[in-house]
């Protein structure tokens, strides 16, 4: 078990390394992850030659605070798996766009995913509008809404179907000033995110109100999927605790 959860604390440590490479927000899980394993791997090697001998309440305290962070985990990843594949349904009356980050003027990996997903939807569904949701933060030249207004309008959706919000910097903000754009409170809404984000994204909008909603998932960057996964995972915890 000793040499398991040595194994383990490695990949998370090379992982971490990987992540900071590309400047990843969160990586610091990975490191902290492996320090954990790392000394597991430390305390369960000394147990197993005598040199320490913890006691009994201390292991079963351990093992109950580490089984229930286990389940919690696993009860979080299932809810947002479930929401992965999400569609949609045909002629909504609107789309929102969730914002991600923009490098200057140009979409993110992550915000291309989203417009890609959005252009799909808007070709397939010529009455749809497109509520393009995101302000401007460090290092972007211009707001994210502006960014997937360009990228939409190139690729030949017209201007028309398309509505800025251009002021929020997180997806509580997205969902709740995009809802003033919204005319009629019974109009059909579908959320474009990443796959991983759409489990949490439908549960702020049904706390702040939204009745006729539903997921529209795009795809993410399969080599950060993992660290996507876990991330999601614990901001899905905050919002449920919130």
């Keep these: 078990m000793d040499i398991f959860l ?10 971490f390394v990987f992540l900071l490479a590309f400047g990843m927000d969160f ?3 990975w490191l902290l992850a492996a320090v954990f394993l790392g000394g597991l791997s430390f305390v369960w090697r ?3 030659a005598g040199i320490w001998h913890l006691p009994l309440w201390l292991k079963i305290a351990a093992g ?3 089984g229930a962070g286990l389940v919690i985990f696993l009860a979080a990843e299932v809810q947002i798996v479930g929401k992965m ?7 909504l009356d609107y789309v929102i ?14 915000l291309t995913k989203r417009l890609e997903a959005a252009y799909d939807y808007m070709t397939e569904n010529e009455r749809t509008t497109a509520i393009l949701s995101g302000g401007q933060g460090d290092g972007e030249d211009i707001t994210e809404a502006e960014a997937m207004r360009r990228y939409l309008e190139d690729r030949g959706i017209a201007p028309e179907r398309l509505i ?10 997205n969902l709740r000033f995009c809802a003033g754009l919204i005319g009629g409170s019974d109009a059909s809404v579908g959320i474009i995110s990443n796959n991983f984000h759409i489990c949490r994204a439908l549960m702020i909008a049904g706390k702040q ?11 993410s960057d399969p080599k950060f999927q993992v660290h996507y996964m876990v991330r999601e995972a614990f901001a899905l915890v905050k919002e449920k605790l919130r």
């Design 6 to 15: 040595l194994a383990a604390a490695v990949v998370c440590l090379v992982y």
């Design 27 to 29: 990586a610091i899980v």
């Design 46 to 48: 000394q147990q197993k």
């Design 64 to 66: 109950i605070v580490i």
């Design 85 to 91: 594949g999400e569609k949609g349904k045909p002629d």
């Design 97 to 110: 766009v969730l914002g991600a980050q923009v490098r200057g003027e140009n979409p993110s990996k992550a």
């Design 164 to 173: 800025k919000e251009d002021k929020s910097t997180s997806t509580e903000e």
């Design 209 to 219: 109100g939204y009745t006729n909603v539903c997921g529209i998932a795009a795809y």
